[in-house]
């Protein structure tokens, strides 16, 4: 199958700082990327559809302007948590459809102190 | 608006067959999907219906009917590396050039004794 990666796998960061998160189709090209958010023993949460060249669309609740979602190129999208809370500590997955298939990245656990 | 509801956990023995399932109610529907997850790890693909009907792949089965918004996954002859959580998720119908979008259940939480 279609392989996605991540990076950081990790991050630790104080409050009020910010993180960029970067997801990358490494064998195809996505010119749609899902943002997901997973909070411990909850199920994966939809923050937004990153279209490649245009601009994210997100779902309802989640603030567009601390969670910026940049598509610059067919093979990467980025998510950047600005001014980061401890609130904000979760796992973020992002994914990219292929066909009838969607495919996801291996997670970015995020902790804000 | 989304819904998506499936058992909060379930327990069952090594060689036994468990069967998970998932009712759902959907502002669109564009094929439902069946994810293992492992704890700290990604959701790997199980299965894709979009018709009614059985999906058989392996030791794992996935049955669909759309008019009763319901859906199950079944696992066979269950290891313990089964254990994990199930998560069902359904995709809504694309609009203009935006693809449908996934959404998912809570998650069951499948343990298997030996």
């Known amino acids: 199958g279609a392989v996605v990666s991540q990076h950081p796998s990790w991050v630790i960061c104080k409050s009020g700082t910010s993180v960029k998160i970067e997801c990358r189709s490494l064998?195809?090209?996505?010119?749609?990327m899902f943002w997901y958010r997973q909070f411990p023993k909850q199920s994966l949460m939809l923050m937004a559809t990153?279209?490649?060249?245009?601009?994210?669309?997100?779902e309802q609740g989640v603030e567009k302007d601390k969670f910026l979602i940049n598509h610059a190129s067919l093979t990467l999208s980025t998510l950047t948590v600005t001014s980061a809370h401890p609130e904000d500590s979760s796992f973020y997955i992002c994914?990219?459809?292929?066909?009838?298939?969607?495919?996801f990245g291996p997670g970015t656990r995020l902790t804000v102190l | 608006g989304q819904n998506i509801d499936q058992p909060t956990e379930m327990t069952a023995t090594e060689g036994a067959i468990v069967q998970i399932n998932c009712t759902y109610q959907?502002?669109?529907?564009?094929?439902l999907f069946w994810y293992q997850q492992h704890a700290g790890e990604a959701p790997t693909f199980l299965s894709y219906?979009?018709?009614?009907g059985l999906e058989e792949k392996g030791r794992f089965s996935s049955f669909l009917s759309r008019s009763k918004g319901y859906s199950y996954l079944l696992l066979k002859e269950l290891q313990m590396k089964d254990s994990a959580s199930y998560l069902c998720?359904?995709?809504?119908?694309?609009?203009?050039?935006?693809?449908?979008?996934?959404?998912f259940g809570r998650g069951t939480q499948l343990t298997v004794w030996p």
């Open positions: 064998d195809f090209q996505a010119t749609t």
């Open positions: 994914s990219a459809r292929v066909s009838v298939e969607q495919f």
């Open positions: 990153s279209n490649e060249g245009s601009k994210a669309t997100y």
């Open positions: 959907t502002s669109g529907f564009n094929g």
């Open positions: 998720a359904v995709r809504d119908t694309p609009r203009g050039s935006t693809l449908g979008r996934l959404y």
């Open positions: 219906n979009v018709l009614d």
